[in-house]
């Protein structure tokens, strides 16, 4: 399988920032997705990145640097709502499945 | 506009039961992915398929497990003879095209407890 890694857990509180890293094997990559989980739901879309820079969304935004197999979500002016699993997840070329870290549980404290 | 469908949301089983997980893709996707999810862990692959057809079932142990896509119905994914390692969340997600450089839209999983 592929190593997709990401930290266990962080804390941040209420308005702060945040930023989630993430690194992966470069070899066949393809693209990498950003998925957030509440606990006991399903994971929801939140970004995708193919090319190397900053895709902004709102309070969220995702970087890219393809040639260090990194990525990092950054959540901005953050909110009770933001507590939740924050999933890495690496599509590699000729594979139709995405491989997952094992998720970011963010806590946000008042 | 619903989305993936999943039932059921949880189900108990005893040690050596049959365990059948089904899943309604979205509207208009013919792709489907089953993951699973362990407590502490991430999603792990289990299985592609197209209507009627098993595309990648690598991530799907050799026993026990079996997936079917009819052409007609939901997605399934059926466990026979569960054990306690089998209990985990079971996650159905569904796109448009296949390849992985198309979003995936998840369901809101079924969560297996064997007894």
């Known amino acids: 399988g592929q190593n997709i890694d990401q930290p266990t857990e962080m804390t941040a509180t209420e308005g702060a920032i945040v930023q989630i890293n993430c690194t992966y094997q470069t070899s066949g990559f393809n693209g990498l997705f950003w998925y957030q989980q509440h606990a006991g739901e399903a994971p929801t879309f939140l970004s995708y990145?193919?090319?190397?820079g900053l895709e902004e969304k709102g309070r969220f935004s995702s970087f890219l640097s393809r040639s260090k197999g990194y990525s990092y979500l950054l959540l901005k002016e953050l909110q009770m709502k933001d507590s939740a699993s924050y999933l890495c997840a690496v599509g590699f070329s000729n594979d139709y499945k995405l491989s997952f870290g094992a998720g970011t549980t963010v806590t946000v404290r008042a | 506009n619903a989305g993936v469908m999943q039932n059921p949301r949880h189900l108990v089983r005893r040690r050596g039961q049959e365990a059948r997980l089904r899943c309604s893709p979205m509207k208009g996707h013919s792709h489907v992915y089953w993951y699973r999810q362990l407590p502490e862990e991430g999603l792990k692959f289990m299985v592609y398929?197209?209507?009627?057809?098993?595309?990648?079932e690598s991530g799907m142990p050799k026993e026990r497990f079996s997936a079917e896509f009819p052409k007609e119905g939901p997605s399934i994914l059926r466990i026979q003879q569960v054990v306690r390692g089998d209990s985990a969340a079971y996650f159905c997600?569904?796109?448009?095209?296949?390849?992985?450089?198309?979003?995936?839209?998840f369901g809101p999983g079924t969560r297996l407890t064997v007894l």
């Open positions: 398929l197209q209507k009627e057809n098993i595309i990648d």
């Open positions: 990145n193919v090319l190397d």
């Open positions: 997600a569904s796109s448009p095209r296949g390849g992985a450089d198309n979003e995936q839209f």
